[in-house]
């Protein structure tokens, strides 16, 4: 099976011609999945934060019961459990996630009410922020907005001490300006990303070939 994550959306044509007529490898392949999704990006220098700056989320002017802390391992299982595109190696690929911010890059953010776990964002290995995610008896009170805007301040935070110590950028870090993929269909997502200041700049997809029968194929989008 070939994979291609984030392809922009105008090679889609081209690459389908290519491995479905077998001009690759010598092997026919035939498509599997598409998923369209929009490249979003958010500039964290130019646009006013609504919220504050970082110290703002993490446990400050916040209502009583609800705390902004980052992701631990005891929250991978259920930020799995909620994603749309688990797998059977998604949960550690969660895991692996969360512990990389933990040690140094930041972006996993969760938000508790009552020291349950309501809402939160991660940042993928790439370092593009996504399974922006609320329990269900928790939406429509404005805690999405809140962590997603408290994971890029994370980033921003971590960021700036690793540059203060001399280390270099994480994969995917491309200074101030933070990244994310949201599937098209969502529209929930896409109304809050563009109510705090990130805008659609590119199409994407996710695409998928296989040169025989594959069964209950799942791709990843980010959001």
Not at 27 to 48: H, N
Request: charged share 30%.
């Amino acid at each position: 099976m070939l994979k291609f994550d984030a392809l922009d959306r105008r090679l889609i044509p081209y690459v389908r011609t290519a491995l479905t007529e077998g001009r690759v490898a010598d092997r026919k392949f035939s498509p599997i999945y598409t998923a369209q999704c929009g490249l979003w990006t958010y500039d964290a220098e130019s646009t006013p934060a609504k919220h504050g700056g970082f110290d703002s989320y993490f446990d400050k002017g916040l209502p009583e019961g609800v705390a902004i802390r980052p992701l631990s391992q005891s929250d991978a299982e259920l930020v799995n459990e909620r994603w749309e595109y688990k797998s059977d190696t998604s949960l550690g690929m969660v895991r692996k996630m969360i512990r990389n911010s933990e040690e140094e890059h930041g972006g996993c953010v969760g938000l508790f009410v009552d020291g349950k776990l309501a809402s939160w964002v991660c940042r993928y290995l790439d370092g593009t922020l996504g399974m922006l995610f609320t329990e269900s008896d928790c939406r429509r009170r404005g805690y999405a907005s809140l962590v997603l805007a408290a994971a890029v301040s994370d980033c921003r935070r971590r960021r700036a001490l690793m540059t203060a110590k001399g280390k270099i950028s994480s994969v995917g870090d491309a200074g101030d300006v933070m990244v994310s993929y949201i599937v098209e269909t969502n529209d929930a997502s896409k109304n809050l990303y563009s109510k705090v200041g990130w805008k659609r700049v590119a199409d994407a997809a996710w695409v998928g070939f296989a040169s025989r029968k594959r069964e209950d194929v799942k791709f990843s989008c980010m959001n």
